[in-house]
C-alpha cells in the first residue's frame, strides 16, 4: 500500500509497514473524522479510511530558534515517521524520516556499527535525534542537519520546508506553533 508524503510541496512515495507481531497491538478503528489538539503543538488527526491516523508530536525547543518536531501516519509502531527542523527567523526548515517498524525494509540504520531498535520499532528520525543531533551540537541550522541527513546512507528521504505549512496525508501542521509558543516576542 502506498502512502503519499508532501512536505511543502514535495511529493515522496513511500510504502508503508505492517506492525511487528512482537509487539502486540490492537488499534481501535475511529468511526468518524475527529482532530485532537494536545500540548505544546500536538495535533493528531483520526479518520475511518486509510490513513486512519496522523499525528504531530509536541513541538521542542532546540534553542537559537530552531524548534524540532515529528510528524508520522499509521499506528503501532508502523507507518512513515519524519522529524522537522524548523528555523523561527527564516520561517523555513528540513525535514527527514521514513517508515518505522519495516520488518527489516527498509534495512535497520546502523549507528556506529549497532542497530537502532526501540519498543515501537525503529525509525531514521529517532536514529538522527539520538545519534547525529548530539554530534551537530549547536549547529542545528536546518541547512547543516539536511547536509548531514544527506550524507547518511540509512536516511532514506529528506528534504527542505520552505514555509511554516507541513502537509501529510492531507493534513496540516503548522511548524510556526512551536515558534509562537517558545518565541512569542520574536527571536533575537
Same mark, same amino acid.
Given at each position: 500500500?502506498?502512502?503519499?508524503?508532501?512536505?511543502?510541496?514535495?511529493?515522496?512515495?513511500?510504502?508503508?509497514?505492517?506492525?511487528?507481531?512482537?509487539?502486540?497491538?490492537?488499534?481501535?478503528?475511529?468511526?468518524?473524522?475527529?482532530?485532537?489538539?494536545?500540548?505544546?503543538?500536538?495535533?493528531?488527526?483520526?479518520? *475511518?479510511?486509510? =490513513?486512519?491516523?496522523?499525528?504531530?508530536?509536541?513541538?521542542?525547543?532546540? $534553542?537559537? &530558534? !530552531?524548534?524540532?518536531?515529528? %510528524?508520522?501516519?499509521?499506528?503501532?509502531?508502523?507507518?512513515?515517521?519524519?522529524?522537522?527542523?524548523?528555523?523561527?527567523?527564516?520561517?523555513?526548515?528540513?525535514?527527514?524520516?521514513?517508515?518505522?517498524?519495516?520488518?527489516?525494509? *527498509?534495512?535497520? =540504520?546502523?549507528?556506529?556499527?549497532?542497530?537502532?531498535?526501540?519498543?515501537? $520499532?525503529? &525509525? !531514521?528520525?529517532?536514529?538522527? %535525534?539520538?545519534?547525529?543531533?548530539?554530534?551537530?551540537?549547536?549547529?542545528?541550522?536546518?541547512?547543516?542537519?539536511?547536509?548531514?541527513?544527506?550524507?547518511?546512507?540509512?536516511?532514506?528521504?529528506?528534504?527542505?520546508?520552505?514555509? *511554516?505549512?507541513?502537509?501529510?496525508?492531507?493534513?496540516?501542521?503548522?511548524?510556526?506553533?512551536?515558534?509562537?509558543?517558545?518565541?512569542?516576542?520574536?527571536?533575537?
Amino acid at each position: 500500500m502506498t502512502r503519499g508524503w508532501i512536505a511543502v510541496g514535495i511529493g515522496i512515495g513511500v510504502t508503508a509497514q505492517g506492525a511487528s507481531g512482537a509487539f502486540a497491538c490492537s488499534p481501535i478503528e475511529p468511526k468518524r473524522a475527529e482532530v485532537y489538539h494536545g500540548q505544546q503543538c500536538a495535533v493528531s488527526y483520526s479518520q *475511518p479510511h486509510e =490513513p486512519q491516523f496522523v499525528r504531530s508530536f509536541a513541538a521542542k525547543d532546540l $534553542g537559537h &530558534g !530552531i524548534i524540532r518536531q515529528s %510528524i508520522q501516519n499509521g499506528i503501532c509502531g508502523s507507518g512513515e515517521r519524519i522529524v522537522t527542523y524548523f528555523d523561527c527567523a527564516t520561517k523555513t526548515g528540513a525535514w527527514l524520516g521514513g517508515p518505522i517498524n519495516g520488518g527489516g525494509k *527498509p534495512p535497520i =540504520p546502523l549507528v556506529d556499527a549497532v542497530p537502532v531498535v526501540e519498543i515501537e $520499532g525503529y &525509525g !531514521i528520525d529517532d536514529a538522527f %535525534i539520538a545519534h547525529e543531533e548530539p554530534r551537530l551540537g549547536d549547529g542545528l541550522r536546518p541547512a547543516a542537519v539536511l547536509a548531514r541527513a544527506r550524507q547518511l546512507p540509512w536516511v532514506l528521504q529528506s528534504g527542505v520546508i520552505e514555509s *511554516p505549512r507541513m502537509v501529510m496525508d492531507g493534513k496540516h501542521f503548522d511548524m510556526n506553533c512551536g515558534c509562537k509558543l517558545f518565541y512569542p516576542n520574536g527571536v533575537n
